[in-house]
Nanobody, 125 residues
Framework: QVQLVESGGGLVQAGGSLRLSCAAS????????MGWFRQAPGKDREFVAAVNWSGGSTGYADSVEGRFTISRDNAKNTVYLQMNSLKPEDTAVYYC??????????????????WGQGTQVTVSS
């Protein structure tokens, strides 16, 4: 079992930046692919970004490509999501997710085993 705790959400103006963090409990953090998803009211949870076990391979949703960066520090059991040039459309609860994997990262909600409780990101216009 893995526990994930997100932090760093808040209220920012359009064009601003936020950095989200996800702290994981496991000693074997480096054996997990990690992802960020988001969910706005009345909408399905959607893929934002993901990274493989080593941090050497990343993927992004088209809507955030070039603006968001996912990274991880396995020594600190932490994954980050740097969000720049934020838009009101980015407003959502952001969730951190993990799945045991020594190969690729994953893009689908159903592929992940562990989830954090989410952190609210609100972007005003």
């Amino acid at each position: 079992q893995v526990q994930l705790v997100e932090s760093g959400g808040g209220l920012v103006q359009a064009g601003g930046s936020l950095r989200l963090s996800c702290a994981a409990s496991g000693r074997t953090f480096s054996s997990y692919a990690m992802g960020w998803f988001r969910q706005a009211p009345g909408k399905d949870r959607e893929f934002v970004a993901a990274v493989n076990w080593s941090g050497g391979s990343t993927g992004y949703a088209d809507s955030v490509e070039g603006r968001f960066t996912i990274s991880r520090d396995n020594a600190k059991n932490t994954v980050y999501l740097q969000m720049n040039s934020l838009k009101p459309e980015d407003t959502a609860v952001y969730y951190c997710a993990a799945v045991r994997s020594d190969r690729r990262y994953y893009r689908e909600v159903y592929e992940y085993t562990y989830w954090g409780q989410g952190t609210q990101v609100t972007v005003s216009s």
